[in-house]
């Protein structure tokens, strides 16, 4: 009977601390993630900047990307309600540049979440497609002038095509 228990004991801290090893395991996962999508270096900031990302499947890594896009989106739109304050005769593409993030922020960032909780690969994809088409439509409300959003653009639309990439890699 001891000798039983002390197996158990032994088996129990061999399990112990093959679990402590494990977000070694999913650092890999990050790594090899990264690495399919077209912009591995923001990839990896993003991932590496959550902690859950060191204990998270693909699933999880890409709602992970997904917050971030979500975050980069409502940040834009308090820059925007300050914008438009500070500069009131931009009143009307400032507005719309506003229904432009915001339909992205409560409408296409569930879409990629559902789609990321269920494995919807179309749905995911699709939900990207708009969010980089929403965030182009808002630079071109300022034309002909330059959009002061074109920097915001560029960083939504990368964080779209890390997403994209990874639902795509769901359906492998
Ligand atoms: C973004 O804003 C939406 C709508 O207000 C909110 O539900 C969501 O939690 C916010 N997400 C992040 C990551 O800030």
């Known amino acids: 009977m001891a ?24 650092s890999d996962l990050i790594e090899t993630t990264c690495q399919k999508t077209p912009n591995v270096q923001l990839c990896d900031n993003i991932l590496r900047n959550d902690p859950k990302s060191s204990s998270a499947n693909l699933d999880g890594l890409t709602l992970i990307i997904i917050n971030s896009l979500a975050s980069k989106s409502n940040y834009t739109l308090k820059m925007i309600d ?32 559902e789609a990321a909780n269920n494995g919807d690969v179309r749905l995911g ?40 990439s990874m639902f795509t890699m769901m359906s492998m």
């Open 82 to 113: 300050q914008m438009l304050k500070d500069r009131p005769e931009l009143k009307s593409p400032l507005t719309e540049c506003w229904n432009h993030y915001n339909v992205i922020s409560t409408f296409f960032i569930l879409d990629a979440i």
């Open 3 to 26: 000798q039983i228990l002390q197996n158990c004991a032994l088996i129990f801290i061999v399990a112990l601390t093959i679990t402590s090893f494990l977000p070694f395991g999913s």
């Open 125 to 164: 994809e699709e939900s990207m497609y708009e969010v980089k088409d929403f965030a182009g439509q808002c630079d071109d409300e300022f034309k002909p002038n330059p959009s002061p959003f074109v920097n915001v653009h560029q960083m939504v639309s990368d964080i779209a095509d890390v997403t994209s």
